[in-house]
């Protein structure tokens, strides 16, 4: 394990998995969606069915499963104090769940109070965690990348709420706003502050980890959080002074961080010291390529910005980020961490090591590399369906399945935690 660890501070078990549990289940909302709505909700990225599906990965998966990461994450990785962690997760995450539905619900239904009440849930849910979580990140005291990467990001999360929340209430009280510059900024700080940046920050940690990579370069690791925020901002700047032309040129370096932070983590990947693939290393890698694509398709639409005039463009984009890079990352990253919290936690029950099942044991892993296979299959499909209609159909289906998969087998990693903590609680009462 990894030295630094401070097993000590580590949540209750039920503070992540009531995020980890809940993730799944909007991916498979969101497969459903597209396999009632069909392929014209992929015409354009402003359809109702289209902002329904991005929010449901968004703010359901993402934030559901990113959030219950960092509960165990601040604390054991970076020795932050997060105060009361059940008391503070028991009143976010019903918070988070009501603000994605409503949300959601909203889009689908335009329905202004559903809109409203999504505001209120997302900036009282989020506030009070962005609270606790930065007042736990400044106060440690540890050092390094990792740290000041997730600081940037909790910031990012921030900004991007309050930004939803403007175009959210915008919609509902039918404010006179500049909608579309500011939808480009919020989906800059969503995905870029937010997301990427969060998963650069535990993958500075995680990935020599678990998957026995070296480390990433210092001088990497120092630049490329500060360098994403500046873009971030730079871009947001560009959009609300309306200066069009320069914020689509500025997709371009941003564009090359993307496949920079992607290239490093596969040139990793292939020089690591053992060679055993499992589902978290293949995700990581199918997460990294869609990375790639993501890049190599935003840097062609800054260089030609008429590529981008057909509305399915940036479809195509969010296509690649959201089901491509977040849903793999996360999924990868889960089928880590379960294990690990199971391990943990049994080995705190006071049996003897050896008593402590190993880690391989609390998932099949046949069951995680089955539902992998089924991921990338879904996320082909999703793919062609932005350029194939007819495909759409079939592909929320199987998105529906994989997601359900991956459900179910994080229901069988918080089963076997049950199985073995009782069969451990048994033995030791016996001696």
């Known amino acids: 394990m990894h030295p630094n660890l401070s097993f000590d501070q580590a949540p209750p078990i039920s503070v992540p998995y009531r995020f980890f549990l809940a993730a799944p289940w909007f991916g498979v909302l969101a497969g459903l969606l597209l396999a009632w709505t069909g392929g014209d909700a992929l015409a354009s990225r402003w359809t109702p069915e289209a902002l329904a599906l991005a929010h449901l990965i968004a703010v359901g998966f993402m934030l559901q499963a990113m959030s219950g990461a960092m509960f165990q994450f601040i604390p054991v990785a970076v020795g932050g104090n997060v105060w009361r962690p059940s008391v503070v997760a028991n009143f976010v995450q019903p918070l988070l769940l009501l603000g994605a539905l409503s949300l959601v619900a909203g889009f689908l239904f335009s329905a202004p109070v559903l809109f409203s009440a999504a505001v209120a849930a997302f900036l009282l849910g989020v506030g009070v965690f962005v609270t606790v979580v930065l007042l736990a990140l ?49 989906l800059a700080w969503g995905l870029g502050g937010w997301g990427l940046m969060l998963v650069a920050a535990v993958s500075y940690f995680v990935v020599p980890m678990f998957q026995l990579t070296h480390p990433y370069p210092l001088r990497f690791a120092r630049g490329f959080g500060p360098l994403l925020l500046l873009l971030v901002t730079i871009w947001s700047a560009l959009w609300l002074g309306d200066d069009l032309r320069r914020a689509q040129a500025m997709g371009f370096p941003l564009a090359l961080l993307c496949a920079a932070f992607a290239a490093m983590t596969l040139w990793l990947q292939h020089t690591r010291r053992r060679k055993i693939d499992d589902a978290t290393s293949l995700y990581f890698r199918v997460a990294m390529i869609a990375l790639l694509a993501f890049a190599a398709s935003g840097a062609a639409m800054a260089i030609r910005p008429e590529l981008s005039d057909d509305p399915r463009a940036s479809v195509w984009l969010g296509m690649l980020a959201l089901p491509g890079v977040f849903v793999s990352t996360i999924s990868g990253m889960m089928y880590k961490i379960t294990p690990f919290l199971n391990w943990l936690h049994l080995q705190r029950l006071g049996a003897p090591i050896s008593a402590v099942p190993n880690m ?30 007819a495909l759409a159909r079939v592909a929320g289906l199987f998105f529906a399945v994989s997601c359900f998969w991956l459900g179910w087998n994080l229901i069988l990693a918080m089963n076997s935690y049950r199985r073995f903590r009782d069969q451990i609680r048994a033995s030791v009462s016996r001696c």
């Open 138 to 186: 400044w106060r440690t005291p540890a050092t390094g990348m990792t740290l000041w990467t997730m600081r940037i990001a909790v910031a990012g999360l921030a900004i991007a709420v309050l930004l939803g929340s403007l175009l959210a209430e915008g919609l509902a009280r039918g404010l006179s706003l500049p909608l579309i510059e500011l939808a480009n900024v919020h």
């Open 360 to 389: 391989k044991m609390m998932i099949p892993g046949t069951a995680m590399t089955v539902q992998f296979r089924l991921h990338v299959l879904a996320l082909v499909l999703l793919l062609a369906a932005v350029w194939l209609p």
